[in-house]
């Protein structure tokens, strides 16, 4: 689509190892053998599907400071409930987790009214200062468009739009039937640029202010 300039360059954090640490008490229980099973698993599960999980969350509305530990809540759910997620439908369980987590994490910041904003870049490189703002920017931007949609569209706007998903994935993912994708996807744009075209006048009225 048009804005897709606003879409995000986050890339998660590699903690993989110590989520996988962090589960595997959940298969203690088990015989050596399918405890050395499900934390083969667990361990494929975190690397194949952390980054989605970090990026999801992020999108969903989970501040910066708070996403790396909304994401160990999600593989620790996975990691209790593991013989429960069908081979093949691990991406489905992860976001549906991760959307109930965004949720309650929503809930909580609003409830604290406090304003959680990641201040520091990283100091990996030295990019351009008018590059690092145009970065900002658009980020901040994305930002509040995608806090500014109901979670059900946001979900759908997100897999699609930020993720590429599919259609027929995002109805799996979601367990929604394909036309509820296709409506909400539809219902999310038209309230995309609704809201971009409101804040981008709101910044040329503000910016022409003496």
């Not at 698993?41 to 999801?56: G, K, P, T």
Request: with cysteine; hydrophobic share 40%; proline share 5%.
């Amino acid at each position: 689509m048009g804005d897709a300039g606003l879409r995000s360059t986050e890339a998660a954090p590699s903690r993989a190892r110590d989520l996988v640490g962090a589960g595997s008490g959940a298969s203690a229980a088990r015989t050596p053998a399918s405890a050395r099973a499900a934390d083969a698993r667990l361990r494929a599960l975190v690397e194949d599907q952390y980054d989605f999980i970090w990026r999801s969350l992020r999108r969903l509305g989970v501040p910066d400071t708070d996403t790396d530990d909304c994401s160990q809540q999600v593989f620790l759910v996975a990691s209790r409930k593991l013989a429960d997620i069908v081979p093949g439908c691990e991406r489905a369980f992860l976001f549906s987790t991760a959307l109930r987590v965004a949720s309650d994490a929503r809930r909580s910041r609003q409830r604290r009214r406090e304003v959680f904003e990641e201040v520091d870049e990283p100091r990996d490189s030295a990019p351009d200062p008018e590059q690092i703002a145009e970065q900002k920017s658009a980020r901040a931007l994305l930002d509040e468009v995608l806090d500014s949609l109901p979670m059900e569209m946001r979900a759908v706007f997100v897999l699609f739009e930020l993720e590429e998903m599919p259609s027929t994935e995002i109805a799996e993912v979601l367990a929604i039937p394909i036309g509820t994708v296709a409506s909400r996807l539809r219902r999310a744009r038209e309230e995309f640029q609704r809201i971009v075209a409101r804040l981008k006048a709101r910044e040329a009225f503000d910016g022409g202010k003496p």
